[in-house]
């Protein structure tokens, strides 16, 4: 019988080469991955400074029709509520001061589909009301809609999304990719109980909070 035997310096420098065959590989997939949240973020960050300018447009309007009622009014008490309505829209044109400025500020999302049994999107949006990047999620190729599970606001919700990414990456379904097998119930909780985050809900009124 013939016996056929590799030179070990021959096999240790093949190993080498698929070790350096995969790194390569790995790393070709976390650039690609970054450069998806790169163009993600660019994406979120331009939808915002629209919403923004709309927003600010919408507030100079009313604030221009509150001078004019101010100076319309006829007694104390209609002038007190007229302050209290322009201290209103003051304080919102500062929050949109705010979030033009501060580039790591937005919103993380729980939502969940019945087409998607078993899954739960754990993600982060900029815009000034989540609920419209919810729905443009749900107007993918889904069946069913997302459902909304929860909201949290965050100066940096990136790096919360990230440390919810890293606490339930070991029930990621696909690297890279925000969808975990878990309840959306689980995902609310450690949100509360280990992040310490107020959650808000889909039922309230978006536009009181952000």
């Known amino acids: 019988l013939l016996g056929i035997m590799l030179n070990p310096q021959y096999l240790t420098l093949r190993k080498q080469i698929l070790k350096y065959k995969l790194e ?9 991955a970054k450069l ?14 629209e919403d923004i300018a709309k927003e600010e447009e919408h ?4 604030r221009k029709s509150m001078d004019i009622a101010f100076a ?12 209290a309505e322009m201290a209103k829209i003051d304080k919102r044109i500062d929050d949109l001061k705010y979030r033009r400025e501060h580039n790591s500020a937005g919103w993380l999302y729980v939502i969940s589909s019945p087409s998607l049994p078993g899954m739960t999107k754990i993600g982060c949006t900029r815009r000034l009301n989540p609920t419209i990047r919810v729905k443009e999620l749900s107007s993918s ?11 949290v606001f965050s100066d940096n919700c990136f790096e919360l999304e990230t440390q919810m990414h890293h606490y339930f990456d070991d ?26 985050q107020e959650i808000h809900f889909e039922e309230e009124n978006m536009e009181d909070i952000v």
């Open 171 to 196: 029930k990621r379904v696909a690297p890279d990719r925000e969808f975990f097998y878990i309840a959306p119930q689980e995902a609310i909780d450690v949100l509360k109980n280990k992040f310490n």
């Open 59 to 62: 507030l100079e309007k009313e």
């Open 141 to 151: 190729s889904l069946p069913h809609p997302f459902r909304t599970h929860g909201f």
């Open 72 to 83: 319309k009014a006829l007694t104390e008490e209609e002038r007190q509520g007229i302050k």
């Open 36 to 49: 998806r949240e790169e163009r993600k973020r660019m994406q979120e960050q331009e939808k915002l400074l």
């Open 24 to 32: 390569l590989k790995i790393r070709k997939a976390q650039e690609r």
